[in-house]
C-alpha cells in the first residue's frame, strides 16, 4: 500500500480549510476540494488558489471550490503570485505555469530540466526563483519579467 492510499483510508487526514482573523478560526468552505493540499495563495477578498492534487479556484457566487482543468492534472507543488495577473505553479515532474491575468502559459520548455524537478516558488517584483533538483545536483531557475 502507497502513502497516498493510507491516507485516502484514514479519515484523521482531512483536509480542512481555515480562515484566521485576529485570535479566532472560522472554518471555510471545502466542498469540491481534493482530499491531497499542498499550497494556498490568495489575494484577500478576491481570488484563493489551493494547490495539491490539482488546482482549485474559489468561486464566490457558488460558494464552492472549483478545479481548473487548463493546465495538466499534475499534484502542484506550489503556488505563488504577487498581483493576480502574475502567479506561477510548479508541479511534479518539472511544470512550470504562469498565469498571466487571462490564460495559463505553459513555462516547462523555458526551463531546461530535462529529468529535473522543479519545487518551491518564491517572487518579488519582476523576479521569480524556483528551486529543485537534476539528478544529483541542487538546481535554482531565476527569470525576469
Known amino acids: 500500500m502507497c502513502s497516498s492510499d493510507?491516507?485516502?483510508?484514514?479519515?484523521?487526514?482531512?483536509?480542512?480549510?481555515i480562515q484566521v482573523i485576529g485570535d479566532k478560526t472560522i472554518f471555510r468552505q471545502e466542498n469540491g476540494l481534493d482530499w491531497y493540499l499542498t499550497s494556498i495563495w490568495f489575494n484577500s477578498g478576491k481570488k484563493y488558489y489551493i494547490g495539491g492534487g490539482g488546482l482549485f479556484i474559489f468561486n464566490n457566487i457558488k460558494n464552492e471550490w472549483v478545479q481548473n482543468s487548463v493546465q495538466p492534472n499534475w499534484d502542484i507543488l506550489d503556488i505563488k503570485g504577487d498581483e493576480l495577473n502574475n502567479i506561477f505553479l510548479t508541479a511534479g515532474y518539472n511544470i512550470l505555469w504562469h498565469f498571466n491575468g487571462v490564460t495559463w502559459v505553459d513555462m516547462t520548455s523555458s526551463i531546461d530540466l530535462v529529468n529535473g524537478s522543479v519545487g518551491r516558488i518564491a517572487i518579488?517584483?519582476?523576479?521569480?526563483?524556483?528551486?529543485?533538483?537534476?539528478?544529483?545536483?541542487a538546481v535554482i531557475v531565476m527569470g525576469r519579467r
Open 124 to 137: 518579488n517584483k519582476n523576479i521569480i526563483v524556483t528551486v529543485g533538483s537534476k539528478g544529483s545536483q
Open 6 to 17: 493510507l491516507f485516502r483510508r484514514n479519515r484523521k487526514y482531512r483536509k480542512k480549510v
